[in-house]
């Protein structure tokens, strides 16, 4: 994988400027509501936020950078009816920002797509945070050169509303969707992780609807583009609104360079009559599309068209329980495993060998693997034993 991946993975904070300030917002502080910190702050700023509830204290942010944090056991943002420009609860008009250990709740907004976060130019990068019981948890704008990074973040409740589909998170248009270690539940209509991004890099993540859960597509790229899936644990419920989990293409392709790349992700169909682990629009990508699937786990009677030749392989299926159930989520292998060490090794495509380096870890966060440990097939390489 590109070598920037293992940097996010690490956490590296760009240094700020000698001269930044730092803003305390909380009780007995110089701002008691971060509406107030938004107005002031100046670029290159660091915003501490103390532990607690906000509610309805919703702000635009013009600042060209800033780093946003929330201290102690994490500030909990509640809209509680209100929503900057009808949008969010935060609106991120243009700049790079920093955004740590904060919850986002309970957006509504009179078009049915309000966001924790909408997300307008820029570059956004969200660590440790929550997106619950919103409209849409983070919404990106279509404007083709942002990037957006979501690291260890939750997302999930999606609110029970028949006039609009709420995704978790919805990226347009833009340059870069990148997603670690972070988790999605509880759709509902809508999909867990929707993206039209020029370049998607999906990794070490859990999108597992869970028995509550009604969503549509657990992942899906509508308009193609290059998207990286691996080292993920992708199941639906029983309840979903479509039977396939991961989809592409279902829509015109916009950007000019297609594939997807499919490694090491544990895939759960948990439909009696059995769904569709992937589907692919083909016909929607007139110059082609590159599909690579190595080393899936597929577990359940969904379909899985994606025929082994020289670049695609090592997929292997399993019965629903011999690991893990949405009840149970370990979907580890056991120790003994006549998997371990079967691995599928095809030729590099443009992003490496597809050879996981991490694997998420519940609730949510991925540790990096031991170098020397026989790969699986599957997402989750850590033995049931340990």
């Known amino acids: 994988m590109p070598r920037w991946i293992a940097a996010l ?15 305390r917002v909380g009780p007995g502080e110089a701002y008691t509501r971060i509406s107030d910190a938004a107005r002031v702050a100046a670029d290159g700023d660091t915003i501490e936020i103390a532990a607690g509830e906000y509610r309805g204290d919703v702000a635009v942010w013009t600042q060209r950078r800033l780093t946003i944090r929330g201290m102690g056991g994490g500030a909990v943002l509640i809209a509680d009816g209100a929503s900057a420009e009808n949008k969010a609860i935060w609106v991120i008009r243009n700049g ?3 955004i740590h250990n904060l919850t986002f709740r309970g957006t509504r907004v009179r078009n049915n797509n309000g966001a924790g976060i909408r997300f307008e130019h820029g570059r956004l990068r969200v660590v440790n ?8 948890g983070i919404m990106s704008s279509n404007d083709g050169v942002s990037e957006l990074i979501v690291i260890g973040s939750e997302f999930g409740n999606a609110p029970h509303n028949d006039l609009w589909l709420p995704h978790l998170l919805y990226a347009g248009r833009m340059a870069r969707l990148t997603v670690i270690g972070s988790s999605f539940h509880g759709g509902y209509r809508g999909h867990l992780l929707k993206s039209r991004a020029r370049e998607n890099f999906i990794l070490y993540n859990r999108l597992v609807d869970g028995s509550d859960g009604g969503a ?14 691996v080292g993920n644990i992708i199941g639906q419920s029983r309840n979903t609104q479509n039977i396939s989990l991961i989809a592409y293409g279902a829509e ?13 992700n544990t895939l759960l169909d948990e439909l009696p009559a059995g769904g569709r682990f992937v589907r692919i629009w083909s016909e929607s990508f007139a110059n082609g599309i590159a599909v690579v699937a190595r080393n899936n786990l597929l577990i359940g009677n969904g ?7 020289e670049h695609s392989g090592g997929n292997h299926r399993l019965r629903a329980g011999q690991a ?5 989520p370990d979907f580890r292998l056991p120790a003994d495993s006549p998997l371990r060490g079967q691995r599928f090794d095809g030729p590099a495509t443009p992003y490496g060998e597809l050879t996981p380096r991490w694997e998420f870890i519940p609730p949510r966060g991925s540790r990096q693997l031991d170098p020397a440990q026989p790969l699986a097939p599957g997402a989750v390489q850590t033995p049931s034993s340990e």
């Open 96 to 98: 790079d920002f920093d």
């Open 324 to 328: 893990g159930t949405p009840a149970a």
């Open 9 to 23: 993975l690490l956490c590296a904070l760009t240094s700020l400027p000698a001269w930044a300030a730092t803003l």
């Open 252 to 264: 015109k392709a916009f950007w000019p360079d297609n594939g997807l790349y499919l490694a090491h």
């Open 303 to 309: 379909a899985f068209d994606i025929a082994d030749d």
């Open 216 to 229: 549509s597509y657990e992942l899906e790229f509508p308009q193609g583009g290059r998207a990286v899936v």
């Open 129 to 136: 945070c929550r997106f619950l019981d919103n409209q849409t």
